[in-house]
């Protein structure tokens, strides 16, 4: 999800590295005990918290980001920058460029996909800010269409989800 481009054999030992992850995850010995777990960047999913190596605040809302390689994940119940609230796999074709992506988050992500993950009677904090995590050109040109849509307080870390319950 960054303009780097990722080898075949790194891509194996990340994922060896998550299922790793995943099965000590299971066995309590991974974020479930507080513990980060540092992961690909393309694999997290809605109602993941992370923290990532640039801070929220340094982030644009004007624009998709393009995503740091890793992030750490790490329990919501745990100091974290971000929580996903919507994943979404963008249609094949032409790169829309950096200005044309924004308008596609900014469709996909707010409104229902907002209000379906945090209530649609959920009193968000003022600060609370909407980001996007997209594809630049060469990933989307090797087939990465991956969108992340999540929330950060860009002051700094926050603990709890934001997920209605």
Same mark, same amino acid.
């Given at each position: ?8 054999? /790194?891509? %194996?030992?990340?994922?060896?590295? #998550? ?5 000590? !995850?299971?066995? &309590?010995?991974? =974020? ?9 960047t393309s694999d997290i999913a809605v109602g993941d918290c992370f923290n990532a190596s640039v801070a929220p605040k340094d982030y644009r809302t004007d624009k998709v980001t ?15 920058? /971000?929580? %996903?609230?919507?994943?979404?796999? #963008? ?5 829309? !460029?950096?200005? &044309?992506?924004? =308008? ?57 989800? #934001?997920?209605?319950?």
């Amino acid at each position: 999800m960054s303009a780097t481009s990722r080898t075949p054999g /790194s891509r %194996a030992a990340r994922g060896a590295a #998550l299922a790793l992850a995943l099965f000590l !995850g299971v066995c &309590g010995a991974g =974020p479930a005990s507080g513990a980060a777990v540092s992961g690909d960047t393309s694999d997290i999913a809605v109602g993941d918290c992370f923290n990532a190596s640039v801070a929220p605040k340094d982030y644009r809302t004007d624009k998709v980001t393009q995503a740091p390689l890793t992030v750490d994940t790490v329990p919501c119940d745990q100091p974290h920058q /971000s929580e %996903a609230y919507a994943v979404f796999t #963008l249609p094949d074709g032409p790169y829309p !460029g950096e200005a &044309g992506l924004l =308008p596609i988050a900014r469709e996909k992500c707010g409104g229902k996909a907002l209000s379906d993950y945090v209530g649609a009677d959920a009193k968000l904090s003022a600060t609370l800010t909407e980001y996007f995590f997209g594809p630049g050109a060469a990933n989307w040109k090797a087939g990465d269409r991956k969108l992340i849509c999540y929330l950060s307080e860009p002051a700094g870390k926050t603990t709890g989800s #934001l997920r209605a319950t």
